[in-house]
Nanobody, 117 residues
């Protein structure tokens, strides 16, 4: 059974930092592209950042230069370092795993990030 367990969410003032982590189990981590998505109230879920099994990354324009995604294949974890947080970064952040071999998509339960002005 695949499990993605997020941690590290919370409340912070604008300009602050948070680090999200996602621990994966039940899947072959190295064949998965790992991503972070977020969903703000009343909005659709959007991609924040992704990293493939070779370490190549991509980011939403709104977070470039402020957020950094990284992965540790040995520990089967993916992290999102979020700096210079803005109120518009508020939302539920979800960890996602996309398996290249099976085309399966997996989601974590989400963790709340709230940035106050």
């Amino acid at each position: 059974q695949v499990q993605l367990v997020e941690s590290g969410g919370g409340s912070v003032q604008a300009g602050g930092s948070l680090r999200l982590s996602c621990a994966a189990s039940g899947l072959l981590f190295v064949t998965n592209r790992m991503s972070w998505f977020r969903q703000a109230p009343g909005k659709e879920r959007e991609l924040v950042a992704g990293i493939n099994n070779g370490g190549m990354t991509n980011y939403a324009d709104s977070v470039k230069g402020r957020f950094t995604i990284s992965r540790d294949n040995a520990k089967q974890t993916v992290s999102l370092q979020m700096n210079s947080l803005k109120p518009e970064d508020t939302g539920v952040y979800y960890c996602n795993a996309y398996d290249y071999l099976t085309n399966n998509d997996y989601w974590g339960q989400g963790t709340q990030v709230t940035v106050s002005s």
